[in-house]
Every structure is written in structure tokens, then in C-alpha cells.
């Protein structure tokens, strides 16, 4: 058996290496409260980084709004047959993958399309951190891995010329290794955060970040922009929890001077205000805010993404083709109006495009149990 899953991946890593490469180069709510572009900025975003018109733009706004409440209802009743979805931007519909074809009717009613595929979200998620607790023996050329809810498995990408390498960490990991894919890929993520250039705030003797999510008394952001009890300035302040490796989130606790406000700066003279957290859907629309690059839009492409920094690994990310930019870290992550998460590092820039990833907000809040200012 070990023998037919190893040749099985040995196969997956070829084809993966000749067709992804050049690719990764460089809420619930109801009707009433599905997510609205709160001025003309945002649908500018969106035309200019998804090349859509205006009412393209609205279209889809809506799509996706459908799309999330379709995501939290069957997430919650396929339970362990629920193998993962994803928002198809083609169709305009959530794509949902079930290990049993006898619930396609149930997904159907929800408004979703319907798919039968291998492994459940549990399987796939278990993949992740089996491969979590083997991360320090990850050879030096994996960049990160995560689970696909498109393609129901675990990506594992590592550098051209590694990929033999990479199989033998995940089936030394000994995960599920028939759910796994080992793609080549030039990322070389780092962290986002010493390098001079949400709004900026900056960090002890003068290293800057970006402000995540207004919280009652502070704001939350990346955990690797500072440790606990490292003061910070404009706005002033002290961090009173950070958690990286591992994780990649903290908050700051301003002074009493300073108004934390539930709004993220699009920097074109305007702001979106925040209205909750509720999570978007794989391959659903999402927009960045950071001090260095500013405001733009992509897409969200996986969830529960490990990434191998050079400073550690992070788990739990959620990963997107968003650029972004050293300065950029901890700024604000937006589906519409609800808050998604602080950026933590990626790959490339924004004259080149990359791949960007956020630690998602409501572990933040939950793990410090902060309350989001909306």
C-alpha cells in the first residue's frame, strides 16, 4: 500500500512542477446585511484589479454575499462529509465538495453547486497539521503548505529543483499522503514588518507595520511587528499580547489618547467602515490595506496555509494573490465591509503581483478576547 501512495505522489510532484510554476511566479448574513460597496472607491478597486465594470462589480459583491451564507450553512449540516468549497468566480456560485453524492440535493437547495470528491475537510486539515508538527524538519526549498478546497488536497509548495525532497519530508511526516500535491513554486515568503515605508504605526526605535482591526482599547495586528511590552508610536502604545511563530498575530493597547475607530484607510482620501467579521469563502473577493503599497484587491485561495519562515513556522493563514509589501504587515484584510485578517508575509510585489497571506481576524479576537469595533 505504502508502495502504490508513494509512486501515486511521485506522479502528482512531475505533473505539478510543469503546471504551477509559472503560475505562483514573483457571514453569515441575511439579505438585508449582504455586504454593499460603501462608495464608488471600492468598486474602483475592483475594477481595476479584477478588470470587471461597475455593475460587474456590484454583481459579484452579491454573488459572493450569497455565496458566504451558502458556505456557513453547509459547512455546518454536511458535517463529516463536507470536503471543502470554494466560490467559482466563472459561475457566480459556491462549489462544494461531499464525499457523498447521496447530499448533492441538499447542496443544491442551498444555492451551491455540487462535487464528489475524496477527502473531507477534517482528513484534509489533518494533513495540514500532521505536516505542522514535522515542520521543523522541512527541507530548506518548502516555502509553505495548505489545504485546497478546489482541488481537495494539500498543497505543499517548495522551490524548483526540491520537489523529490518535499516528498520525502510528507511521507516521512507520515500524513495522508494520497491527498497531497507537491508543486514547484518561486515563492520565498518573508515577514512584512522592519522595513521603512490600514495606516502606519511604528514599533520601539522607529520599525514600522500596519494597523490591523480597531479592538475596544487598541487595535490588533502581526505578532511578528513586535513582542509583549515593546511600546509603539503613532499611535502610542504597548503591546500587551503577540504570538509568533506559530501564530502571527498580537494587539497594541493605546493610550488614552488615542480613538481607535472602526474604519480601514483605502488611501484615496476615503475609508470603508467595518460592519463584522464574518469569514469569506475560497475564491472569494477580498481587498488589503497597508502602509507601504496602500489599497488592493484579489482573491482568497486557500485556507489554512503553513508557511516555513525564515524566522519559523506559522500555521493557520489563509493564503491570497494579493500583493503586498515590507511595511505592509499587519494591515487590515476586507471582504466588503466585514474584516477578514492582518497580513503577515507573502511573496513578490505589486509591480510584479505575488502571494500574500493573513492570519484570519476572529482567532485574534477570540484568542485575546478582544471585541472588534464595527
Known amino acids: ?53 461597475r455593475d460587474q462589480a456590484i454583481e459579484r459583491l452579491a454573488q459572493e454575499a450569497a455565496a458566504n451564507r451558502a458556505d456557513q ?10 470536503g471543502g468549497s470554494y466560490f467559482d468566480a466563472e459561475s ?10 447521496a447530499r448533492f440535493d441538499e447542496i ?16 484534509l486539515n489533518g494533513v495540514v497539521e500532521g505536516l505542522n508538527s514535522y515542520s521543523t ?68 526605535s522607529g520599525s514600522r507595520c500596519s494597523v490591523g482591526f480597531s479592538v475596544q482599547g487598541g487595535f490588533v495586528t502581526a505578532g511578528h511587528c513586535g513582542s509583549e511590552g515593546d511600546s509603539t508610536s503613532e499611535p502610542t502604545g504597548q503591546f500587551e499580547g503577540s504570538s509568533f511563530p506559530g501564530n502571527d498575530y498580537g494587539w497594541v493597547a493605546v493610550g488614552s489618547g488615542e480613538t481607535p475607530q472602526p474604519a480601514v484607510n483605502r488611501y484615496d482620501g476615503s475609508t470603508v467602515g467595518v460592519a463584522g467579521s464574518s469569514e469569506s469563502a475560497e475564491g ?12 488592493h484587491c484579489g482573491s482568497v485561495e486557500a485556507k489554512n496555509q503553513t508557511v516555513q519562515y525564515p524566522q519559523g513556522t506559522v500555521s493557520g493563514l489563509t493564503r491570497t494573490n494579493v500583493c503586498a509589501e515590507p511595511g505592509d ?13 492582518v497580513t503577515s508575509g507573502g511573496s513578490g510585489n505589486c509591480s510584479s503581483g505575488g502571494t500574500t497571506y493573513f492570519q484570519p481576524v476572529n482567532e485574534i479576537l477570540q484568542a485575546y478576547g478582544l471585541t472588534l469595533l464595527t
Not at 457566480?92 to 453524492?101: A, N, Q, R
Open 92 to 101: 457566480g456560485k459556491l462549489v462544494v465538495g461531499v464525499t457523498d453524492p
Open 329 to 341: 504587515s499587519g494591515g487590515s484584510w476586507l471582504s466588503g465591509d466585514q474584516a477578514q485578517g
Open 1 to 53: 500500500m505504502k508502495r502504490r501512495l508513494a509512486a501515486r505522489m511521485a506522479g502528482t510532484v512531475l505533473l505539478a512542477a510543469g503546471t504551477v510554476a509559472a503560475l505562483t511566479m514573483p457571514a453569515t448574513a441575511t439579505e438585508e446585511t449582504a455586504p454593499t460597496p460603501a462608495s464608488a472607491t471600492l468598486l474602483d478597486a475592483m475594477q481595476r484589479d479584477f478588470g470587471l465594470t
Open 73 to 82: 450553512q453547509l459547512r455546518g449540516s454536511l458535517a463529516g462529509t463536507f
Open 108 to 123: 443544491r437547495a442551498a444555492g451551491a453547486e455540487a462535487r464528489q470528491v475524496d477527502f473531507t475537510i477534517e482528513e
Open 284 to 295: 472569494a473577493s477580498i481587498c488589503r490595506s497597508g502602509s507601504t503599497t496602500g489599497w
Open 137 to 204: 524538519l522541512a527541507p530548506d526549498g518548502v516555502s509553505g503548505w495548505y489545504a485546497d478546497g478546489s482541488e481537495n488536497s494539500v498543497v505543499v509548495t517548495t522551490r524548483p529543483g526540491t520537489e523529490l525532497q518535499a516528498a520525502q519530508f510528507v511521507r516521512a511526516a507520515g500524513v495522508l499522503v494520497d491527498a497531497v500535491r507537491v508543486v514547484e513554486s518561486l515563492e520565498d515568503p518573508r515577514t512584512y514588518a522592519d522595513v521603512i515605508g490600514g495606516n502606519a504605526y511604528y514599533i520601539g
